[in-house]
Structures are given as structure tokens and as C-alpha cells.
């Protein structure tokens, strides 16, 4: 056995796991050890963890030019126009709210920007290069990954497992490595384990790694399916209604993940239907109705604009 | 499922108990274990233990011998069926394909005069078997599900018919004297006959060895991960990075490869191969030790394998009932045990006990459900 760091990384330390995070593992284990320390302990435990699941991703280019951009998405199955020219840009390092009613086309947007649908014409670019012709996991290289509506993890594989494919997009380990288990191999899979452990901590189900997806409760399984979207390294995270299911509660807890998630330099686009959290987590918020973009702003503004209240929000308390 | 479970000791499934104990175990003391079970296995054409034999109905060494032939097929399918969720019915067309190479490599009767020995025939079986692996692979494998398994039909049927009707392949006539490895006794006397079932199963029992630390090196990274990830759901994987044509093509080809050695070797021990024997109801067969045992689980498939050549061999009477037998089995067992006798358990981390240790604190506290064992490098399960 012959572990190989890789020799761009600086900050990773020689033992897996345990050194990563900067503590030595005392008796009975990482929950034991989670629940036996003081807040300051806990606040600065959580910052090398975020830091530990930061690493590696390039946040070159200052915050606020443009990230993603949209022009003139149109998506027709047969006769039915889901996407009409749909045009709208995701400028680096913001939260952008997708929202409209049931059937407005917003995960059909979601679709054709992560190539499971080829658009019908225009285009989506990640930093002005063109997705169009892409496969899907190469769309996810090049830094957009997502999450489900309806939750679509591996089921069989642990959590720690799961969150390890999305690491393995970084990963160029192939059978003959495999096989004879070269250098590139352990290095890769040492890296691999430590960040995919220390982004299960960071969205907070750590204290779960080792069960399988299948049997973990309704919330870590949204929270899974984020860290393993995160595992991609992503420029642009993309959530499909993250809060579906959800109590207020939980809720409120995925608004500051959200937030966090932010905070450590991802730009995050949300589909969402529950208004407290968008409203609560986004910078802009963009608007679809009937594969029409109607409305494009700040929440503020969108909250008040007609357009909008009159296709989706209804008539707000005390205007009547 | 949680930790709690196993330390109350309710109800734990005796397989759940067994890989927790297995778990639970050091490396040195795995190995413990393993040794002499590894030497008990190697013995067992020796020993012929009175009740475990099959004689004098079937020599019991060539019993052995196809049951880990069959073993080593199902090693080899299960990599295609078990992992990566490829449902192929048509896998005894590798084990033709491995089987003719090396006939038409060495026998004399074929239309190459090249006669090599059979030791140099076995990695170009195995290369061509892959190959075609790919062939077969790269239009199909963009079909999903029972696309995907009909097509495979058609391509074992396809194999079978070709060897029945091209004339290079003499049809039923076939190929003699296929040669076996050329080991001599002192006294000069060939080792490897097809009437001694004994070399051959002590050589499948080592290729098999081989085969499975190979594969569990495969199981233990990125391919593997890729693999499951695959079968759980495809459409996420991709979403996830995972290029599925390319690991399902890989998935193909090597279990293509060792459905070949698995040929080649067959090919060697009865020392004549026709157009006989490679039809779908074998490739139904060697399904059904996959199914059987625990798709997904490599030590479950070689138990499959073996349940699957050695009843009909002790018992005789129901030899000629057997695929009823198998039929209604498998039904029960899919109504009460879907996962097989032994059911799917991959290791997919090569640092998942450390890992897992860390989070827990103690290896053996981990729950049945999650997915820290033994899992040293290429220890074969």
C-alpha cells in the first residue's frame, strides 16, 4: 500500500479521516466526540469542516459575472411547448429562486439545463461555452450538479458510499487502475473518503455515514442527495424543491444550509414552491409561467409585482 | 438497522450475525479463518467425505470441477448481472466464444494449424471473448432492461447457431483433442485428463481465487462504485458524473473475460467441443446459480453454483426433474428471500473501515445493515 497525496493539494494531511479535520478521535467516536464539545469548540469544528469540504474547488473569478446564461430556451414535446424562449443568466456566487406554478415548466428548465433533455433551440452556456451538445455527465464536469425532485439516491449504498460517486466525478481511476491498484488509486480514494466524510458533516448527517440510503429518515436523504451533489464540485448547484416534505422546522434548517452553502462560494439555483423559503434564501428570483418567463428580480419586487401575484402568488394578506 | 439492533440481538439474521462476526474480526484473524477454509476446499476431492459424496452415481472430483467451472462463470456473470444491473441471458455466448477459441487455437482438427498449448490459448480466449464483450456491448448496452436482456438472448442463440453452421467451426462434428496443460507426473503420465476431475479443480479453485481478488479490487474503487451506482439508478448516476455507457461497456468485457477463461478451461478438461451444450437453457442455468445464491454477493453466487451442479449429481433421482426443481425453488425463494440465498453486499470503499471506524468508534458496533466488513485488499470473500 502506497498512498500518493496528490500533489496539488496542500492542506490534506497524511492520515485519512481523523487528521482531516485537524482532532484527534477520542474514545466512542466522531457523535460522542460532536456531542462532548463546548459551542466555540463546535463553531471552530464546523469551520474546518467546511473548510475540509471547500477544498480543491477553484473560486477564481470574482462574484457577480455571469455563471450561467439562458438564451432563448424553447423545449417542444410534439405539440406542447414546455419551454418558450426562455432567456435568464445566474451571475457567480448568487441564489437564484426559480419559481411558478404547477406545470410552468420549471423542471423541464432544470432538464434541458442538465442534459437530460436536448433543447428544441437556443442554448445554455457555463461560462460562455455552450452545453448543447454535452452528455449529461459531462455537463456535471463541467460544474452543474442537482438534485432530485423526487429523491433518487442509491438506495443500497451507504450514505458515505453515495456521497463517494459524486467525488468520483473528480476521479479518472478506471479498471486497469482499479485492478492493480496503482498510486493514482489510493490517493484518489484516500481524498475521496475524507471529503465525502466531511461533507456529510457539513449538510449535518455525518452521525449516519455507514447506514444504507435507503433506510436513513426523509430529511437526511434530501440532505444526502445535496452533499453528493456537492461532491462534483460544482460551479452551479441546482436544488429541484428541496424543501418538498419538509415541517417548518426542517425548513428553516435548509434555508441555512442553503445560506452556508453559499457562503463557501457555490452558486445555488432553487426550484421551489413553499414562498417562505424562497423568499427567505434568495437573492432573485425568477418567475415562469405556462414555459413564459413573466417575471425576473429581487423578491421584493417580485412579491409585489402584478404579473406575478396574479399568476402564482394570489391576492397578499391586507391589499384587499 | 441502527446499532441498537445488533447490540440487542433481536431477530438478527444468522447471515447479518455472520458478516458482523466477520466484521468484527482483525485482518490476522480473518486470515485465520480463511486459511484453513481455503485448505478444507482444496482437500475436499481427497477426502470425498461419505456423506457429501456423490458417488457412485457421479466422480465425485468431476462434480467438483463443474461446480466451480460453474462457480467461476457465475463469478463472471454476476459482475455483469450483480453489479452493474445488466440483465444478460445470453452469457453462455462468452463461455462458447472462450471455449472455441481455444479449440480452434489448439486442436488439430482446426483450420489454423497453430496448435498452441493451452496455457498460451487462455489469455488470447480471454482477450477475444472480451472483445467480443464489446462487440455485443457498444450497440447494445444503450438499451435498458428487458431490451437489453432480449437482445443478449439473441446474441447466445447467435453464437450457438454460428458454431452449428459455420463450416471452420464444424458444426457437430467439433473439435478433438483439445489439449489440457502439459504437466507430467515423474512417471510420465499426463496430470490434467478429463477423466481425473482433481488437477482441474484444484486449478479452477485457484483461478478463482485470483478472479475474486480481482473483482474485489474492481468492487473497492471507483468502477465498482460506478457499477452500483449504475444499477441503482442510472439516470443519477449520469446526473452525477458517472459515464454509464462507458463502466456498463467495461462491466461487459470483463465479465466476458471470464466467462472465456471459464470456456477455456471447460474446453481443456473434456478435451472435445461441438456446437452441443452452449444453448439457452445453459445460459438460464447460469443465471439461475446467480439468482440463486444473491445476485450481487460473490461468495452467494459460488454457493448457487455449487447448490446448482452438485443436487442433480447426489441426487440422481431427481436428476431428470432438476430444472422443475430449480424452477419451483427459485420461485419460493423469490417470494420469501428475493435477494438470494445471500443477499447483495458490496464493500465500495477501499478506506471504508477506517472511515466507518471513526464515525462509530468501534468496527463491531457498526449495524447489519451498513456496510463496514472485512474488506482488506483483495482478500477473496
Same mark, same amino acid.
Request: net charge neutral.
Given at each position: 500500500?502506497?498512498?500518493?497525496?496528490?500533489?496539488?493539494?496542500?492542506?490534506?494531511?497524511?492520515?485519512?479521516?481523523?487528521?482531516?479535520?485537524?482532532?484527534?478521535?477520542?474514545? $466512542?467516536?466522531?457523535?460522542?466526540?460532536?456531542?462532548?464539545?463546548?459551542?466555540?469548540?463546535?463553531?471552530?469544528?464546523?469551520?474546518?469542516?467546511?473548510?475540509?469540504?471547500?477544498?480543491?474547488?477553484?473560486?477564481?473569478? $470574482?462574484?457577480?459575472? /455571469?455563471?450561467?446564461?439562458?438564451?432563448?430556451?424553447?423545449?417542444?414535446?410534439?405539440?406542447?411547448?414546455?419551454?418558450?424562449?426562455?432567456?435568464?443568466?445566474?451571475?457567480?456566487?448568487?441564489?437564484?429562486?426559480?419559481?411558478?406554478?404547477?406545470?410552468?415548466?420549471?423542471? /423541464?428548465?432544470?432538464?434541458?439545463?442538465?442534459?437530460?433533455?436536448?433543447?428544441?433551440?437556443?442554448?445554455?452556456?457555463?461560462?460562455?461555452?455552450?452545453?448543447?451538445?454535452?452528455?449529461?455527465?459531462?455537463?456535471?464536469?463541467?460544474?452543474?450538479?442537482?438534485?432530485?425532485?423526487?429523491?433518487?439516491?442509491?438506495?443500497?449504498?451507504?450514505?458515505?458510499?453515495?456521497?463517494?460517486?459524486?467525488?468520483?466525478?473528480?476521479?479518472?481511476?478506471?479498471?486497469?487502475?482499479?485492478?492493480?491498484?496503482?498510486?493514482?488509486?489510493?490517493?484518489?480514494?484516500?481524498?475521496?473518503?475524507?471529503?465525502?466524510?466531511?461533507?456529510?458533516?457539513?449538510?449535518?448527517?455525518?452521525?449516519?455515514?455507514?447506514?444504507?440510503?435507503?433506510?436513513?429518515?426523509?430529511?437526511?436523504?434530501?440532505?444526502?442527495?445535496?452533499?453528493?451533489?456537492?461532491?462534483?464540485?460544482?460551479?452551479?448547484?441546482?436544488?429541484?424543491?428541496?424543501?418538498?416534505?419538509?415541517?417548518?422546522?426542517?425548513?428553516?434548517?435548509?434555508?441555512?444550509?442553503?445560506?452556508?452553502?453559499?457562503?463557501?462560494?457555490?452558486?445555488?439555483?432553487?426550484?421551489?414552491?413553499?414562498?417562505?423559503?424562497?423568499?427567505?434564501?434568495?437573492?432573485?428570483?425568477?418567475?415562469?409561467?405556462?414555459?413564459?418567463?413573466?417575471?425576473?428580480?429581487?423578491?421584493?419586487?417580485?412579491?409585489?409585482?402584478?404579473?406575478?401575484?396574479?399568476?402564482?402568488?394570489?391576492?397578499?394578506?391586507?391589499?384587499? | 438497522?441502527?446499532? #441498537?439492533?445488533? #447490540?440487542?440481538?433481536?431477530?438478527?439474521?444468522?447471515?447479518?450475525?455472520?458478516?458482523?462476526?466477520?466484521?468484527?474480526?482483525?485482518?490476522?484473524?480473518?486470515?485465520?479463518?480463511?486459511?484453513?477454509?481455503?485448505?478444507?476446499?482444496?482437500?475436499?476431492?481427497?477426502?470425498?467425505?461419505?456423506?457429501?459424496?456423490?458417488?457412485?452415481?457421479?466422480?465425485?472430483?468431476?462434480?467438483?470441477?463443474?461446480?466451480?467451472?460453474?462457480?467461476?462463470?457465475?463469478?463472471?456473470?454476476? &459482475?455483469?448481472?450483480?453489479?452493474? !444491473?445488466?440483465?444478460?441471458?445470453?452469457?453462455?455466448?462468452?463461455?462458447?466464444?472462450?471455449?472455441?477459441?481455444? #479449440?480452434?487455437?489448439?486442436?488439430?482438427?482446426?483450420?489454423?494449424?497453430?496448435?498452441?498449448?493451452?496455457?498460451?490459448?487462455?489469455?488470447?480466449?480471454?482477450?477475444?471473448?472480451?472483445?467480443?464483450?464489446?462487440?455485443?456491448?457498444?450497440?447494445?448496452?444503450?438499451?435498458?432492461?428487458?431490451?437489453?436482456?432480449?437482445?443478449?438472448?439473441?446474441?447466445?442463440?447467435?453464437?450457438?447457431?454460428?458454431?452449428?453452421?459455420?463450416?471452420?467451426?464444424?458444426?457437430?462434428?467439433?473439435?478433438?483433442?483439445?489439449?489440457?496443460?502439459?504437466?507430467?507426473?515423474?512417471?510420465?503420465?499426463?496430470?490434467?485428463?478429463?477423466?481425473?476431475?482433481?488437477?482441474?479443480?484444484?486449478?479452477?479453485?485457484?483461478?478463482?481465487?485470483?478472479?475474486?481478488?480481482?473483482?474485489?479490487?474492481?468492487? +473497492?474503487? +471507483?468502477?465498482?462504485?460506478?457499477?452500483?451506482?449504475?444499477?441503482?439508478?442510472?439516470?443519477?448516476?449520469?446526473?452525477? !458524473?458517472?459515464?454509464?455507457?462507458?463502466?456498463?461497456?467495461?462491466?461487459?468485457?470483463?465479465?466476458?473475460?471470464?466467462?472465456?477463461?471459464?470456456?477455456?478451461?471447460?474446453?481443456?478438461?473434456?478435451?472435445?467441443?461441438?456446437?452441443?451444450?452452449?444453448?439457452?437453457?445453459?445460459?438460464?442455468?447460469?443465471?439461475?446459480?446467480?439468482?440463486?445464491?444473491?445476485?450481487?454477493?460473490?461468495?452467494?453466487?459460488?454457493?448457487?453454483?455449487?447448490?446448482?451442479?452438485?443436487?442433480?449429481?447426489?441426487?440422481?433421482? &431427481?436428476?431428470?426433474?432438476?430444472?422443475?426443481?430449480?424452477?419451483?425453488?427459485?420461485?419460493?425463494?423469490?417470494?420469501?428471500?428475493?435477494?438470494?440465498?445471500?443477499? #447483495?453486499?458490496?464493500?465500495?470503499?477501499?478506506?471504508?473501515?477506517?472511515?466507518?471506524?471513526?464515525?462509530?468508534?468501534?468496527?463491531?458496533?457498526?449495524?447489519?445493515?451498513?456496510?463496514?466488513?472485512?474488506?482488506?485488499?483483495?482478500?477473496?470473500?
Amino acid at each position: 500500500m502506497n498512498p500518493q497525496e496528490p500533489p496539488t493539494d496542500e492542506m490534506r494531511p497524511q492520515d485519512p479521516v481523523t487528521e482531516q479535520l485537524g482532532v484527534v478521535p477520542p474514545e $466512542g467516536g466522531l457523535v460522542a466526540e460532536l456531542e462532548r464539545m463546548s459551542p466555540e469548540e463546535r463553531a471552530k469544528h464546523e469551520a474546518q469542516v467546511a473548510a475540509a469540504a471547500a477544498t480543491d474547488r477553484e473560486i477564481t473569478v $470574482g462574484v457577480g459575472d /455571469t455563471l450561467l446564461e439562458l438564451r432563448d430556451l424553447t423545449m417542444r414535446f410534439g405539440g406542447l411547448v414546455a419551454l418558450d424562449s426562455v432567456s435568464f443568466s445566474i451571475r457567480r456566487g448568487e441564489i437564484l429562486g426559480l419559481i411558478g406554478p404547477n406545470g410552468a415548466g420549471k423542471t /423541464t428548465c432544470f432538464n434541458a439545463m442538465t442534459g437530460v433533455y436536448r433543447p428544441s433551440s437556443g442554448d445554455v452556456l457555463l461560462e460562455g461555452q455552450s452545453l448543447g451538445k454535452r452528455k449529461r455527465f459531462d455537463i456535471t464536469r463541467a460544474g452543474i450538479a442537482r438534485t432530485f425532485q423526487n429523491i433518487r439516491l442509491f438506495g443500497e449504498m451507504t450514505a458515505l458510499e453515495n456521497v463517494m460517486v459524486g467525488t468520483d466525478a473528480r476521479h479518472r481511476t478506471s479498471v486497469p487502475g482499479a485492478v492493480l491498484r496503482l498510486p493514482r488509486h489510493y490517493a484518489e480514494e484516500r481524498a475521496g473518503t475524507d471529503k465525502a466524510m466531511a461533507l456529510l458533516e457539513f449538510v449535518g448527517i455525518a452521525d449516519r455515514a455507514a447506514d444504507k440510503a435507503r433506510n436513513l429518515p426523509y430529511g437526511y436523504q434530501r440532505r444526502l442527495e445535496i452533499a453528493r451533489a456537492l461532491a462534483t464540485e460544482p460551479k452551479l448547484l441546482c436544488l429541484d424543491e428541496p424543501a418538498a416534505g419538509f415541517n417548518p422546522a426542517e425548513k428553516d434548517d435548509l434555508v441555512a444550509l442553503i445560506r452556508k452553502i453559499r457562503e463557501d462560494g457555490y452558486t445555488v439555483l432553487v426550484i421551489e414552491h413553499d414562498m417562505r423559503v424562497v423568499m427567505g434564501v434568495t437573492d432573485r428570483i425568477v418567475v415562469l409561467e405556462f414555459g413564459r418567463k413573466i417575471a425576473d428580480g429581487k423578491p421584493e419586487a417580485i412579491r409585489e409585482d402584478p404579473a406575478v401575484v396574479a399568476a402564482y402568488l394570489g391576492v397578499p394578506d391586507g391589499s384587499a | 438497522m441502527s446499532t #441498537a439492533t445488533a #447490540a440487542e440481538g433481536v431477530t438478527v439474521p444468522f447471515g447479518a450475525r455472520l458478516r458482523n462476526w466477520w466484521g468484527s474480526l482483525d485482518r490476522w484473524q480473518q486470515w485465520g479463518v480463511l486459511i484453513p477454509l481455503v485448505a478444507l476446499i482444496y482437500l475436499l476431492p481427497v477426502l470425498n467425505p461419505p456423506l457429501l459424496t456423490t458417488e457412485p452415481g457421479t466422480d465425485f472430483q468431476i462434480t467438483l470441477f463443474n461446480a466451480a467451472r460453474i462457480a467461476l462463470i457465475a463469478i463472471g456473470l454476476n &459482475i455483469v448481472v450483480g453489479q452493474a !444491473g445488466l440483465l444478460d441471458l445470453g452469457y453462455v455466448g462468452f463461455f462458447a466464444v472462450g471455449a472455441y477459441t481455444t #479449440a480452434v487455437l489448439s486442436s488439430p482438427d482446426s483450420f489454423l494449424t497453430t496448435q498452441y498449448p493451452w496455457l498460451v490459448c487462455v489469455p488470447i480466449a480471454m482477450f477475444v471473448t472480451a472483445v467480443s464483450g464489446l462487440v455485443i456491448g457498444a450497440p447494445t448496452l444503450r438499451l435498458r432492461g428487458d431490451y437489453l436482456a432480449i437482445v443478449t438472448l439473441g446474441f447466445g442463440e447467435i453464437v450457438r447457431l454460428l458454431a452449428d453452421n459455420l463450416d471452420p467451426l464444424r458444426g457437430q462434428r467439433g473439435f478433438a483433442d483439445v489439449p489440457g496443460p502439459e504437466v507430467t507426473r515423474a512417471d510420465g503420465s499426463a496430470v490434467f485428463t478429463s477423466s481425473d476431475g482433481t488437477p482441474w479443480y484444484w486449478l479452477t479453485v485457484t483461478v478463482i481465487i485470483i478472479v475474486l481478488m480481482l473483482v474485489g479490487n474492481l468492487e +473497492r474503487s +471507483r468502477v465498482g462504485r460506478a457499477w452500483v451506482a449504475i444499477r441503482e439508478d442510472e439516470d443519477a448516476a449520469e446526473a452525477m !458524473g458517472v459515464p454509464t455507457f462507458r463502466f456498463k461497456l467495461w462491466a461487459f468485457a470483463m465479465g466476458a473475460a471470464v466467462g472465456g477463461l471459464s470456456g477455456s478451461i471447460y474446453a481443456g478438461q473434456v478435451g472435445y467441443i461441438n456446437s452441443q451444450g452452449f444453448d439457452v437453457i445453459t445460459s438460464i442455468l447460469f443465471l439461475a446459480a446467480v439468482v440463486l445464491g444473491g445476485s450481487g454477493n460473490k461468495v452467494g453466487v459460488i454457493l448457487g453454483a455449487f447448490l446448482i451442479v452438485y443436487i442433480p449429481d447426489r441426487f440422481q433421482v &431427481i436428476a431428470q426433474y432438476r430444472f422443475l426443481i430449480f424452477g419451483i425453488a427459485i420461485m419460493v425463494l423469490m417470494v420469501f428471500r428475493p435477494q438470494g440465498l445471500l443477499g #447483495a453486499r458490496q464493500r465500495l470503499l477501499t478506506y471504508g473501515r477506517q472511515a466507518y471506524q471513526r464515525l462509530i468508534g468501534k468496527g463491531e458496533q457498526i449495524s447489519s445493515e451498513s456496510a463496514l466488513q472485512k474488506h482488506g485488499n483483495g482478500v477473496a470473500q
